[in-house]
């Protein structure tokens, strides 16, 4: 029993990374005013340029770095439609999503010829799992044998960095110069303006940051979490991460805990299936699959809690005449 | 002032501003001597927002100069603004609600990429500021938990903890209670003191002369005069303010009204902010009356119309009409009181009175959308809406006279004239009518009066709102003065002179009239 | 009023058209980039969709889920609502559909199954679309958020109900058992064949023609209707609406009753007309697709046809032109699709600033 939970809790990280990482990517984007329901493309984006990179180069972080890149680029797209031109936020997010959904494939055909997927990533095209000094030597060790050994050992980089992330985001948004004027400019760009500062530039550089976010999540799905990239492998994870920056209330601490719930219904409706539990019977996946969505839907409602986004969220700044 | 040697604090020399059509600012000049306390006054509309906005780096003029100090500036932005000394507290505050009092101060002038050094030494300094200005706040407190007089000096200590050494206050009491306004002068006074410029802007005579060292009046986009305010009273500069206009003539007889339709008890309207827009307000209204009610804009006409027309909910008081009793508990919506054959044409025809984007035959019957005679069974009757339109436009003089023509393309006079029609073409027993001639030709104005007076005579209630003090005077037959959300006084409409309505808008009557009682 | 100068064709025509033609542009680009020409791309699409009579028949029959989620996408966002949950409401309605057809095709004959399953369809897809219509009128959520929650609850609602119930007894995968030719809707094909007319087999069945309908009850309800005249005034002017004594929620809950209801019949064509059994994934993007076709149609139900059957030609002619070169996928009119939502929506204001400016500067000159 302690050990399917432990195995429980070790999918859960798995899982919840990419959640992590696009959900802090929506809250510096959110934060500034800018709605981003274009987490899942540029996601998308980043695996889809993590893997090829990888693939040609042989190296995974040449494949972040080109992972980065591309999903900044779509962010700046973004950005360019939102702040410079005063587009709807969601047509724009809606845009990256169907366009990224079709490039990846597109290219991913004529590059490498393998109906739209890249090839098979082995070795240094990979991140792989790191082993903690004496995983083994403890791994018999009672309760804590398991926890260090299973839990907290063997995985990637990116998932220690999704984790070490969470309280450096903490650290920017509400410890830092840039962090004032990032929340301020999602609250009241007007008066961030008066203040003498730029709220377009404010705004750039917190998509810029969720382009790297995403990108550094797109990368983990293809080149750490599977070995390459396959059609639509983001499968709504960036919709999952944007409820689940909704349900943390745009804080960091909660979205971790929010991806943490989310991640481990997931590990557990994997676990479910086909399994009948005693005195329940077999609870149907889908039910569990679903209550991310649910969780939220009525958390927006106000039926737990109340959700009260950033005020000046969507909304285009027009300086007025006073 | 001219015994004053420059340099000036600020000087000003031929700012001009356009915004397309208007002219806003045109040919501005002023000078400030420095440690002052200027104020400028003017109605709403002339100028002085914008000229403040330009000073502030809002807006660049189209021409002139702006001198600090003696040397000439270039002001592109807020941040040039700052720079050169220059702070100022917006008449909407320009704070982050949900931030506390002193990360709302050091915004834009953090002190370093990390906060924690910043914010400590800004605690420093600001506890220095507060003593020297005696303006003590809570740095720790949420701003949205402040009262407003509060938040007003948080406004006013992010302006000097930037160092600023000319402090521009747009309307400042205007969200104050009368405590708290006296609060804000004597706080002004103690920037004086340390050798702040202030420039006030306001619309209220009695601050003008209680505060100020020196006052400019604006009119129209421009500066008519300037005075030493010791030199100056009440009613030489209510005249300037106002000017005199060409007197508007309008033909009608002596008013026959008869019972009363409306009567209004005590209405008290607060907005979602929680502001008291609305203070206990009463009067009736008769059939065959034209009731004006005069007051600078933004002391409740808006808000007593939105009420009295079922937009707004009252939150206290009650309204006896059409044998109806309507109070906060009992309210009637807009629909409602439409059925009840109460018309509105609203202050503002873009923003409620009409929807650009329909054509004209279909912003014609807005409102009256349910309407049987523009509806069959299923589909509305084009047909009825049409010809009806059509009809209207030739007794009315639209032009051109299209239906089919969308709204936004005509003039601001022939679209009043949609608006005035349909409202008054219902038939109704009571008109509610907002700035029936704003932004509306000289031509068309006469014609829209005479169809009110018209109305009138046909034994019909309106109340009519406006800010042009003439309007109000050459069609009422009765006069309700509003400021600050209360009536301050009634005068019937023949022994209304432009001297007593202009000091009751600006609230002085009562003083004056306390005064040599006393 | 500045804009009154700026004459009426600039606005519904040439900036339009710049920002498809910009779309068009960038796509060629893309088609250089994986080494094809895009001329000759775009000549293999244009005979696939329009080159042969069943080519025609495929293009119309995607047309066909394309109007329904564009008329749906479109008539929310007339009244000032962004209703992404297009692909849930059509799911939705596709088992309504379905589950008609299961329950009536043994015992009632097509003329009366067809109605009551295109009723269903639109109830079905009407009732997923109430709940986030409701909580945005009624409790504020923001109903852009919702509706994409309800895509995926739909999504697994229709996985259990098709696994645990609906599956036809000894199948391995989810779909249910195929209905009696008394619940499939003619095609079109058969429909002409008795008059001598040789159109092709293709799906194309009489669903294009409720599509057809259904912009005509768009338009009559739209523009000729009380109900159509409050809802373009909330949607156009939120505060004109409160004068008018118009009820905002009301609106947003009818509106989204009907959005969902379009969106619901895409099963009508899907289910009823070409699968004949109720399966999984059937809606393929045509909800998303919809926010394409409301945006390229401007919001016109004659606009919305016309976009629909583009994207319908490049549906059918993308399948063609991968079919002629094997290193193109046809996901790359996904690419376009994209590329119109960002040119035509989100950067819609690009050229605007400008091309005004200059036709306000040439009439005051």
């Known amino acids: 029993m302690f050990e399917t939970l432990i195995l429980i809790l070790d999918a859960t990280l798995r899982v919840s990374t990419p959640l992590i990482l696009a959900a802090l990517a929506g809250l510096f984007s959110e934060r500034s005013g800018i709605v981003d329901i274009g987490l899942e493309g540029k996601m998308l984006g980043g695996a889809f340029a993590a893997a090829a990179a990888a693939a040609v180069f042989g190296s995974a972080w040449i494949g972040l770095a080109f992972a980065i890149l591309a999903s900044v680029g779509l962010a700046l797209i973004h950005g360019f439609a939102c702040i410079t031109h005063r587009g709807d936020h969601i047509v724009s997010g809606v845009a990256i999503n169907t366009i990224v959904a079709g490039l990846t494939v597109t290219l991913g055909l004529d590059w490498f010829s393998q109906g739209g997927q890249t090839p098979a990533l082995t070795g240094d095209a990979r991140f792989t799992s790191i082993v903690f000094p004496f995983a083994e030597q403890i791994a018999d060790v009672p309760v804590i044998g398991l926890i260090y050994s299973e839990l907290l050992s063997g995985h990637n980089i990116l998932v220690y960095m999704a984790f070490v992330f969470v309280p450096a985001t903490y650290w920017i948004v509400f410890k830092t110069r840039f962090g004032l004027r990032l929340r301020a400019v999602g609250e009241n760009p007007h008066a961030v303006d008066t203040a003498g500062i730029s709220v377009a530039l404010v705004r750039y550089r917190a998509v810029i940051i969720c382009g790297i976010l995403c990108g550094i999540a797109g990368a983990y799905l293809s080149t750490a979490h599977n070995a390459g990239f396959l059609k639509d492998m983001s499968a709504g994870k960036g919709y999952m991460a944007l409820a689940a920056l909704i349900f943390g209330k745009w804080r960091p601490v909660p979205v971790l805990f929010a991806c943490l719930l989310f991640g481990f219904l997931d590990a557990v409706a994997v676990r479910l299936q086909g399994v009948a539990l005693p005195g329940i019977g077999e609870v149907p996946v889908q039910a569990i699959e679903v209550l991310p969505y649910v969780l939220t839907v009525l958390l927006l409602a106000g039926f737990i809690g109340k959700a009260v986004g950033p005020k000046a969220i969507g909304k285009p700044y027009v300086k007025e005449r006073a | 002032m001219s015994n004053q040697t420059p340099p000036y604090a600020i000087e000003l020399e031929g700012i001009s501003k356009r915004f397309g059509a208007v002219q806003a600012n045109k040919d501005i000049c002023l000078q400030v001597p420095k440690g002052s306390i200027h104020g400028i006054i003017g109605e709403n509309g002339a100028g002085k927002s914008t000229l403040m906005s330009i000073i502030y780096g809002f807006y660049e003029a189209d021409s002139g100069t702006i001198s600090i100090d003696g040397e000439q500036v270039d002001i ?120 702040v410029t202030v420039l006030l802007i306001t619309h209220k005579l009695r601050e003008i002369l209680a505060s100020t060292d020196n006052v400019s009046v604006m009119r129209q986009g421009e500066m008519v005069a300037h005075r030493e305010t010791a030199t100056t009273n009440k009613d030489e500069l209510a005249e300037l303010m106002v000017g005199k206009k060409v007197r508007l003539k309008v033909t009608k007889d002596t008013a026959q009204p008869t019972g009363t339709v409306l009567s209004a008890k005590d209405l008290s309207f607060f907005d979602s902010q929680g502001v008291e827009r609305l203070k206990k307000v009463s009067f009736e209204l008769k059939a065959g009356e034209i009731l004006g009610i005069a007051g600078v804009s933004g002391n409740g006409q808006s808000e007593l119309l939105n009420v009295l027309s079922g937009i707004a909910p009252l939150s206290s008081g009650e309204i006896q009409y059409a044998g109806q009793t309507i109070t906060a508990s009992a309210p009637k919506n807009a629909a409602q009181m439409r059925d009840l054959k109460m018309a509105h044409v609203p202050e503002d025809r873009h923003k409620m009175g009409l929807v650009t984007g329909f054509d004209a035959y279909e912003a014609a019957v807005l409102g009256y959308q349910n309407s049987e005679v523009y509806n069959g069974k299923v589909l509305m009757n084009r047909k ?108 019937p409409a023949d022994q209304a002179d432009e001297r007593t309505l202009g000091l009751m808008m600006a609230n002085a009557w009562n003083e004056e009239k306390g005064a040599a009682e006393a | 009023m500045s804009q009154a100068k700026v004459p009426v064709w600039v606005n519904v025509g040439l900036i339009p058209l710049l920002n498809i ?41 995607y047309a066909t889920n394309l109007i329904f989620t564009g008329l749906a996408v479109s008539i929310a966002f007339k009244a000032g609502l962004f209703n992404i949950g297009g692909e849930g409401q059509a799911y939705i309605g596709g088992l309504g559909v379905g589950l008609l057809c299961l329950w009536l095709d043994s015992s009632m004959p097509l003329i009366i199954i067809a109605p009551l399953a295109i009723i269903g369809g639109a109830v079905f897809g009407a009732a997923w679309a109430y709940i986030p219509a409701y909580l945005q009128a009624r409790r504020g959520s923001h109903i852009v958020i919702t509706t994409i929650m309800f895509n995926f609850i739909a999504s ?210």
């Open chain 3, 21 to 61: 033609l910009l779309a068009f542009f960038v796509s060629g680009l893309v088609f250089l980039a994986i080494g094809q020409n895009p001329l000759e791309a775009a000549g293999y699409l244009v005979y696939g969709a329009f080159g042969y009579d069943a080519g025609i028949g495929y293009t119309l029959y």
């Open chain 2, 384 to 491: 009825a809406m049409l010809s009806e339109c059509e009809q209207r436009m030739t007794d009315w003089d639209v032009r051109p006279p299209d239906p089919f023509l969308k709204t936004a393309n005509f003039s601001g006079g022939n679209q009043q004239k949609i608006v005035i029609a349909r409202e008054v073409e219902q038939n109704p027993e009571v008109l509610l009518i907002g700035q029936p001639t704003r932004g509306v030709d000289i031509g068309a104005i006469e014609n829209i009066h005479e169809q009110i007076v018209k109305l009138r005579d046909a034994g019909k209630a309106i109340l009519l709102v406006s800010v042009e003090l003439d309007e109000i005077m050459a069609l009422s037959d009765r006069i309700i003065v509003m400021f600050d959300g209360a009536v301050v006084g009634e005068v």
């Open chain 2, 76 to 195: 592109r932005n807020s941040q040039d603004a700052i720079k050169v000394g220059i702070g100022m507290v917006h008449q909407h505050f320009m704070l982050v609600e949900n931030f506390t009092v002193l990360e709302n101060i050091v915004l834009g002038a953090e002190g370093g990429a990390v906060l924690k050094h910043g914010l400590s030494a800004a605690r420093e300094e600001l506890k220095r500021l507060e003593t020297e200005y005696r303006l003590d706040v809570d740095v720790d407190a949420v701003v949205e938990d402040l009262p407003v007089g509060l938040q007003q000096r948080v406004e006013i200590l992010k302006a000097l903890y930037r160092g600023a050494k000319i402090l521009i206050l747009d309307e400042p009491t205007g969200v104050l209670t009368p405590q708290e306004a006296d609060h804000l002068f004597r706080i002004l006074k103690s920037l004086k003191e340390q050798g």
């Open chain 3, 156 to 365: 697994s609602l229709m996985v259990y109900l098709m696994v645990n119930w609906l599956k036809e007894k000894g199948m391995m995968s989810p779909i249910s058992r195929t209905f009696q030719e008394s619940a499939w809707l003619p095609y079109l094909h058969d429909v002409f064949s008795p008059l001598g007319l040789d159109i092709g087999n293709s799906p194309l069945n009489l669903a294009f023609i409720l599509a057809l309908l259904g912009c005509v009850v768009y338009w009559g309800l739209v523009w000729h209707t009380r109900w159509g005249y409050q809802l373009r005034t909330v949607g156009t002017n939120p505060t004109a609406a409160r004068y008018a004594g118009i009820d905002n929620a009301k609106v947003t809950i009818w509106v989204m009753l009907i959005s969902g209801a379009f969106a619901g019949l895409v099963g009508v064509n899907e289910i009823m007309g070409v699968n004949h059994n109720l399966l999984l994934n059937f809606t393929a993007g045509y909800g998303f697709a919809g926010i394409a076709v409301a945006l390229m149609g401007r919001n016109h139900p004659i606009g919305i046809i016309l976009a629909a059957i583009l994207f319908g030609a490049l549906y059918q002619g993308g399948a063609e032109l991968a079919f002629e070169i094997p290193s193109i996928t046809p996901e790359i009119v996904v690419v376009i699709q994209g590329l119109v939502i960002l040119f035509s929506g989100a950067l819609e204001n690009m050229f605007k600033g400008k091309i005004e400016g200059y036709f306000l500067r040439r009439a005051a000159a």
